[in-house]
């Protein structure tokens, strides 16, 4: 039996930017399913004043503007309401832990995800010492805000819960399983000004087609990402 559908609320100042994703692809047919659901905050109805500004002056001067701890914190009080299963408030942010396939398990069994989407020079430190939970990032640059991060993590997680994709075999054979990069896959016709489909894909042979996809799955990650198979070593 499925767990409880998982939860993700988003805390932002562009509620607008997370309308594609309820239309296409795997999320929309997750929400269909009722296996995840997505709540959009938006922080400037958290503001503590009449003009729902969020962000003011760094203390100590220098460049850019700051998210304030106040409309933060009353967002996050606002995305726990009525909520009993624990929650884990994540920050965005370039300092934080890169993001890898492996990490997906972690986030599937979480039932309460809460994504701060930072904007301008960050967030007041007094809410991430606070109030966060775990510091997360998609990789070593700088975006202009939370809201694309927040997308990949969703989108990431949501397509590893059981159920979610028609066939559980695309999940076992993608890249990134087992520190490998998939193999190369063929498609329709077999020859194109003539690159030829490798003929063991055509034989028929299952034994011989898997051991064909290991090698060249190996020849990959070699290729491309011998990084990994160093990871793979050291795990041993």
Request: with cysteine; aromatic share 10%; charged share 25%.
């Amino acid at each position: 039996m499925r767990k409880k559908m998982i939860q993700f609320s988003i805390i932002t100042i562009f509620p607008n930017m997370f309308n594609p994703i309820f239309k296409y692809g795997i999320i929309r047919q997750a929400i269909k399913k009722k296996i995840i659901n997505i709540k959009i905050l938006n922080l400037r109805d958290f503001s503590i004043n009449k003009r729902k500004t969020v962000d003011d002056k760094i203390y100590g001067g220098g460049p850019g503007m700051l998210i304030m701890f106040l409309p933060l914190f009353k967002a996050v009080i606002n995305a726990k309401k009525n909520y009993k299963e624990k929650s884990i408030v994540i920050y965005l942010s370039p300092q934080g832990k890169v993001l890898k396939h492996n990490h997906i398990k972690y986030f599937i069994k979480k039932k309460h995800l809460i994504f701060i989407c930072g904007r301008y020079k960050g967030i007041d430190e007094r809410f991430i010492q606070t109030q966060v939970d775990e510091e997360w990032s998609i990789g070593d640059f700088v975006l202009t805000g939370g809201e694309l991060p927040a997308m990949i993590f969703i989108d990431a997680i949501t397509r590893s819960i059981p159920g979610v994709l028609n066939n559980k075999h695309s999940l076992i054979e993608e890249s990134f399983n087992n520190d490998l990069l998939d193999c190369p896959n063929y498609t329709r016709p077999k020859n194109i000004a003539n690159h030829i489909v490798p003929s063991i894909l055509l034989s028929g042979n299952h034994k011989k087609i898997k051991e064909w996809r290991l090698k060249h799955s190996l020849k990959n990650t070699l290729l491309k990402r011998p990084d990994l198979l160093k990871n793979k070593k050291n795990k041993k």
